[in-house]
């Protein structure tokens, strides 16, 4: 039996000019957009055994579900999976959550990711600053976009990287309610693709 690795995967919705929540950090135009009736979240978390995000999606995720007067609905949403919020200020802790609160190098969490992860895969919540450092350290093996048809204009961007063709390989093409959801295998660039579009020495820089 061929064994399947656990893959680092950056699941989230964004709107079709690549924002994940609008200038005030709301999500309320994402709310808007009928899923469907078959909400692949559930499926996609099953197969998760830890997971990060950053101190803006966390403090999110505390408003709009009221999990620190309802811990239950925290524990409803991500059971017992521990969860590292990458923060560089005082948060307050969920009740009785697996919960660890980090600052610093993604390395050192990613590899503690993994770990308690036992063979499941890890999630990146978001955002998208943070997801592009575990980009940066060749961390990060597949996205995963929830695509709606909404244009916002303006917000916080959904991977402030920059991600050659020759790094994402599409997989996966779906059709979920409104959503078009699609799924990229993250590699490295080829040495001879880097080399390609290396600029000239002394070439002026915008």
């Known amino acids: 039996m061929v064994k399947v690795m656990a893959k680092t995967q950056y699941y ?24 469907g009736y078959e909400n692949p979240f559930g499926g996609f978390f099953a197969g998760v055994g830890a997971f990060a995000m950053g101190s803006t999606t966390y403090q999110w995720v505390l408003q709009n579900d009221d999990v620190m007067n309802r811990p239950q609905n925290w524990h409803d949403l991500y059971g017992d999976v521990p969860c590292w919020v990458f923060t560089n200020r005082e948060l307050p802790l969920v009740p009785d959550a697996n919960i660890f609160m980090v600052s610093g190098d ?96 002394g070439a002026a820089r915008a």
């Open 12 to 35: 989230t919705a964004t709107s079709i000019d690549g924002y994940i929540a609008d200038e005030n950090n709301s999500l309320e135009w994402l709310f808007d957009v009928d899923g």
């Open 106 to 201: 993604v390395q050192r969490v990613a590899e503690a990711m993994l770990v308690a992860a036992k063979g499941k895969n890890v999630w990146l919540a978001g955002g998208g600053h943070l997801v592009g450092q575990f980009a940066d350290r060749g961390l990060l093996d597949e996205i995963i976009l929830g695509i709606a048809p909404v244009v916002l204009g303006q917000g916080a961007q959904l991977l402030p990287r920059h991600l050659t063709a020759r790094q994402l390989a599409l997989t996966g093409v779906a059709q979920v309610g409104r959503f078009a959801y699609l799924t990229y295998a993250v590699g490295s660039e080829p040495a001879a693709g880097r080399a390609a579009v290396r600029e000239p020495a």
